[in-house]
Structures are given as structure tokens and as C-alpha cells.
């Protein structure tokens, strides 16, 4: 792809809509050339959210992790994340939310849980996972785990969500999951792209049948109709273990795509960086497109007003920060 196509296709789905803060940004800046970056944090971090009162469900062991921040259509900031190790039942995960006047705003205000699982639509007890919201128009969309899956809600206003169900009512809209090989399949994410027959949505996800973690993508045209699945990053030096391929998320910068891949939460987290210019190939088994290397779990980015902002967890495992990203050109001599 040229930079002039590259610029095209971010300005066409600025001016229509498609483009969420945390999927896409312009190339200004860039060179005229793809121009080969490498992710920096700037700090200092900030603390947005905390380990939240759940009631009844709480529990001493609870965990905010894998999260969705998004502004909604009344300009408030809104964060979803999974709470793991609850007292909900089942696999113990449930869905909180906090909202914000600023983006930067420190200690967003909590406002209660967001989403539980339902049976009734096929989700596994206490077995969501990993929102991510991304806006079509005057639509949100919101791809999450239901635990075998994944699945879609919509909402018309970025704060209330209702979940899409297809003719069997079920939420789910595709996994990776066989009968006698599950494979938990989750953390999916969702890039728009523009194509020769109009956007496609590429969506980013993990799973690890048999116990082997890769980064699978899937290509959709509605968000509802998804195409065959493909691996598109799996070993190398993050591994190829069940939680290799933790949290993946995809954004276009300067020509290329770079992918952020979680191997570690916790004090010791890690996060790897590959950088390619065909967003359907990270390396299969090697390191070929491996870029950086960050000090965080589960990130993601929000652009916005010009800036890259870098969201992820406190090393704590007790909340969510947020600090400015950076993009630095490499010197010639280290470049592809």
C-alpha cells in the first residue's frame, strides 16, 4: 500500500464515521514514504480506574483487566472492563463501568456494572471477556467473549448496549472452538479498512486450541458476517503458550500496521510489538516484524485531538492507567 492510498482511506473513514479514537489515525506527520516507528510511553501515568465496589459480588481476589475505552454521543468517555475472580458464579467475570468529562481526566467516575452473562444467549456463566467498542455512523458496536466466543451488542447512544442475536438466538457471531477442542477464543478487536469493494472490518483476536496461543484475524463487511479465520502471529520470542497472544490490538501508522501482542500481566508485565505492512501477517514462528518491546499488559490506544494516548493496567492488577504514546522514526541503519 502507498502512502497516498494509506492517507486516503483514513481521511474516507474519518469523513464517514467509521473511525473510532482507538482505531485509526491520519498519516500526518509522515514522510511521503512508509516510515518505519517504534511505540514510545511518555509519561508520567495517570490512574483512571480502580478496583471497583461490586456489592455482593465482590471479592478480595477481584481483577479489572482486559478493557474498552470510547466517547459516546454525548461526548462523555466511557471504559467497560472485565472483572475476573468476582463471586458472580461461573467463570466469574462481569462487565463495570466507569465514564469521564475529559479523556485525561484522573479516577473516572464508577458507575456500576455494565453487562453480566446470560444463558439464554448462549454465554458460559461469569464468562465475558474483553469488550471492545468501535462506532459505524450513528451506531456502536461492541465485540466481546462469551467464553466460547465471540459476540456482538449494539447500542445507539455508546452507553446502553443490547446484544445482536442471530436466528438461533444466540450473541455469538463466530469462534474458534470445535466440540471436543475448546479453545477459549477472545480479546477480539476490530480495525476498519478500506478495500477496491468498500470497507472491510478486520478483527483481531486469541484463542489456544490445544493449548497453543495465536493471534487469529477474520474479516467482515457488516460486523455480523464474518469470513474464514487465519492465524496471523503465533511464536517467536513471545512463545506460542496458551497466553501468548493475550490481548491483541492493531493500529495503522505512517503506512504500516502495528500490532500489539500481551504475554505477561502483573509487575513483570509484557507487551511485544510487530510491525508489517500487510495487516493480515505479523510472523508465523519467527520474529521478522518484532519492533518493540513494552513494559504493560492488555493496551490499548485512543487517538485523539492529535495525540496517541497508551491505556493498560496497573502493574497491580488493582485498576486501569493511562499515559501519552509516542511514535519514534528509526535511523536508516536499523530500519527494514
Known sequence: MTLSRFARH????????????????SARGCAGEIEPLVPQIEGPWWKIAGNPDLGEQSDPKQQPVDFAIWQANDGTWQLWSCIRHTRCGGRTRLFYRWEAKELTDSNWR?????????????????G??????IRTGDT?????????????????DGKQFHRVLDNAGT????????PDVPANTRDAMVLPIESADGVKYYCYYTAHPNKRGAVYLRV???????????????GGRAGDGPY?????HVVARCGAYYLFRTQRYGKNAQTLVYRST??????????????????????EIIHFNGTDYLAALLPTLDGIQMAKLRWEKLPPTKRD
Open 10 to 25: 483514513v481521511v474516507l473513514l474519518v469523513v464517514a464515521g467509521l473511525a473510532g479514537p482507538s482505531l485509526f489515525d
Open 110 to 126: 464508577p458507575c456500576g456494572v455494565a453487562m453480566t452473562a446470560d444463558e439464554r444467549f448462549g454465554e458460559a456463566p461469569g
Open 128 to 133: 465475558l471477556q474483553a469488550p471492545h467498542v
Open 140 to 156: 456502536w458496536q461492541m465485540l466481546y467473549g462469551n467464553w466460547h466466543g465471540i459476540a456482538l451488542a449494539r447500542s445507539s
Open 171 to 178: 450473541s455469538q457471531v463466530f469462534t474458534e472452538d470445535r
Open 220 to 234: 467482515s463487511k457488516d460486523l455480523k458476517h464474518w469470513g474464514e479465520s487465519k492465524i496471523v502471529a503465533r
Open 244 to 248: 501468548a497472544a493475550e490481548c491483541p
Open 278 to 299: 500487510d495487516p493480515t501477517d505479523f510472523g508465523i514462528d519467527d520474529d521478522r516484524y518484532l519492533a518493540a518491546e513494552l513494559p504493560v499488559a492488555a493496551p
